[in-house]
């Protein structure tokens, strides 16, 4: 099973970038698709972005599209999410997951299969 840890993430005033990573152990990365998503508090963990294993195809909320970009490296076992225009609603926990071997794109959180700790995005305004 692949672990996973975010980084990047911190305090921003609106209208900023930030630029959230999340490395994974193992030599079997590139076998998964992989999403970000975040919870705010009070609120249910959900999507925002999600890459398939070549990065063939990849997804995103609409309240994140045209701001937020999702990438792989997969020599590097990492995923990012590049954050621009950050709003104050974007403030919220964001967590990156590796998907289940039978998912090709996972846009929900049942589609998850490890999840990494959570990096903190604080957007003031």
């Known amino acids: 099973q692949v672990q996973l840890v975010e980084s990047g993430g911190g305090l921003v005033q609106a209208g900023g970038s930030l630029r959230l990573s999340c490395a994974a152990s193992g030599r079997t990365f590139s076998s998964y698709a992989m999403g970000w998503f975040r919870q705010a508090p009070g609120k249910e963990r959900e999507f925002v972005a999600a890459?398939?294993?070549?990065?063939?195809?990849?997804y995103y909320a609409d309240s994140v599209k045209g701001r937020f970009t999702i990438s792989r490296d997969n020599a590097k076992n990492t995923v990012y999410l590049q954050m621009n225009s950050l709003k104050p609603d974007d403030t919220a926990v964001y967590y990156c997951?590796?998907?289940?071997?039978?998912?090709?794109?996972?846009?929900?959180?049942?589609?998850?299969?490890?999840w990494g700790q959570g990096t903190q995005v604080t957007v003031s305004s």
């Open positions: 890459i398939s294993r070549t990065a063939g195809r990849i």
């Open positions: 997951g590796a998907a289940g071997s039978w998912i090709g794109v996972p846009t929900a959180t049942s589609q998850i299969a490890s």
